[in-house]
């Protein structure tokens, strides 16, 4: 069983940037890809960004393409999103969790969520 666990989230102001980090524990994930997602009040939960198990595939959202980076360090067994020129849309709770892929962008598609990290973006 793979326990997820982010940190790094608070409040930033509009053009602003926060490093996410989600570490890994239970069992390596360094052979699985992995996936940020997010949920913004009132809205259903969306994809953000997913990295192959060697980091060498990313794919992500067109509306964070060019701001963020998805990176991970699987001898730390830890996953980041890099979050540069943040908007307030950007506010969201975000989440890791393990794809079927690393082209899977659909939440249903997506195993052994975390607890979230809050980030809120001030205009």
């Known amino acids: 069983q793979v326990q997820l666990g982010e940190s790094g989230g608070g409040l930033v102001q509009a053009g602003g940037s926060l490093r996410l980090s989600c570490a890994a524990s239970?069992?390596?994930?360094?052979?699985?890809?992995m996936g940020w997602l997010r949920q913004a009040p009132g809205k259903e939960r969306e994809f953000v960004a997913a990295?192959?198990?060697?980091?060498?595939?990313?794919n992500y959202a067109d509306s964070v393409k060019g701001r963020f980076t998805i990176s991970r360090d699987n001898a730390k067994n830890t996953v980041y999103l890099q979050m540069n020129s943040l908007k307030p849309e950007d506010t969201a709770v975000y989440y890791c969790a393990v794809p079927y892929s690393e082209y899977d962008v659909a939440p249903r598609r997506y195993n052994y969520w975390g607890q979230g990290t809050q980030v809120t973006v001030s205009s």
């Open positions: 239970g069992r390596t994930v360094s052979r699985y890809a």
């Open positions: 990295i192959s198990w060697s980091g060498g595939y990313t």
